[in-house]
Structure formats: structure tokens, C-alpha cells
């Protein structure tokens, strides 16, 4: 494990995995990834382990964040990383450093998804994705689509920027019982765990409704049905998440709920592609 930036130096490169921790099967297929491309490509796999502070608009969200430092390390090193980068907040923002978010893509602050739902959060995604690429100078990125439309902000930054980084998405891993892999998952109650199986399943039904009204009423039917709190159930254009475009036959169905658990609340998301007509 390097916890010293300067440390990475001989790494420089590499194929880059950026986490907050609390890994699971999900963050392993991440880096079994950029074990495959570093092979093929030559270069180390870098993963770092960073609760980034400036993406939490709720600081208790923050507070309970899963921290499992020692367990990451094993799940990285079973996974093929060659390098755990677990800095501390003063390396990535240190005091009196320029480090802000900059400008911010569209795709950031139009579509009304997470944008809305989580004030700051694409600040906080900008800022720590640009800083830890500064740190590993990687020669691509790995991220998961399950966060989807923080994969579009990143892709949008790394590209306006010209940042120099390829930005690799792979598909949601998902549970026997087809919920996304998240580290929110372990708040989950045995009840709230089947309330939360409904997402994937109004997924699923949104890609077998022929049009996109229809298929965002039968995803809000679905997880209201279900007792979940529905923030969005939405069909929309896949790189700008606005609305479709009449004439576009393709998109992404994507989802924001809450589920009670326990004395609280869990909020989820999940996406996956739609097509117009039965054929998803």
C-alpha cells in the first residue's frame, strides 16, 4: 500500500481505479479489468481508496460511509492490483492548494438526476477525479456504469479538458438476485433488501415497453408498488441524459430510489439500456 503521491512516480502510466473503499465484487471485476488492459497495454494497476469528502451534500452520509481499508487491500491484491494508493485528505487537497472543480459539463447540472438529488455532488466527482489523476497520471480509467451518469461526467470532463485519459466503462455487477452491487448495500435490512429487488425488475420491464412514457410509468408503478420512495424513473438520451430526442430509438432507463431500513433510509440507483419497441 502507498499512501506518499511522490511514491507513485515508477507507476506513471498505468491503468487507474478510483474508489472510496468499502470494496466488493463489483470493484474487483473494475480491476480484473485493468489487470487485463495493463497486460496487453504494459503498466501497473493502481487502485485508490479515497472517501472523498467534497462529494457527500449530506455530511452524515459521509459519517457512515463503509471504511474498510484492510479488507480493500486483500480484494485488490486478489483482483490483480499491483498498487493499493490510499492517500489521506491533505495529500489530495493540500491546504492552500488550487484544486477546485472548474468549470462543470453540462451533463453535470442539466438533466435533473443526480444533479438535482444531490447538490455538489458532480463538484466533488470533478475536483477528486482531476486531483487523483494529477497524482497517478494514469493512462486509463476505469470506472462502473452502475453510478451512469457520474461515468458521463467524467468521460465529458476527460474530454473538454483534454486530460489525456482514456475513460473505460464496464457493465453493473450484479447479485443472484439481479440488485446492483453497491457499498450501500450492507444498510440494507432483510426487508429492505426485497423492496430493493424491484429496481432491477422495473428495469427490465422498461426494456420490454414499447415507448418512453410507457416505460417510466411502469418503472414508477413498479418501485411505488414495492413501498420504495421514487426520486426518478426516467428514459434519456445515454451521453446527455436529457430528454430523448423523438426520432432516437435508443437510450438509458435510469432510477434513483429510497427503501426504509431499519430506523433509516438507503438511497439506490441503477440504469440499463433501453431500445424503442420489445427487441431491449
Sequence with gaps: MITDPAALGFHVGGVFVPTMGALHAGHARLVEVARGLADRRGGAVVVSVFVNPTQFNDPADLARYPRTLEADVEVCRRAGADVVFAPGVGAVYPPGAAVGPGELPEVATRPGLEDAHRPGHFAGVCQVVRRLFELVRPRAAVFGEKDWQQLQVVCAMTERERLGVEIVPVPTVREADGLAMSSRNVFLTADARS??????????????????????????????????????????????????????????????????????????????????????
Design 195 to 280: 423492496r430493493a429487488a424491484a429496481i432491477p425488475r422495473a428495469l427490465c420491464e422498461a426494456c420490454a415497453t414499447a415507448s418512453v412514457d410507457a416505460a417510466e410509468t411502469r418503472m414508477r408503478e413498479m418501485l411505488a408498488a414495492a413501498g420504495l420512495e421514487v426520486e426518478y424513473a426516467v428514459v434519456r438520451d445515454p451521453a446527455t441524459l436529457m430528454p430523448l430526442a423523438a426520432a432516437a430509438r435508443q437510450g438509458r432507463a435510469l432510477v434513483a430510489a429510497r427503501t426504509r431500513s431499519g430506523t433509516g433510509t438507503v438511497r439506490l440507483i441503477d440504469n440499463a439500456p433501453w431500445a424503442q419497441g420489445p427487441a431491449c
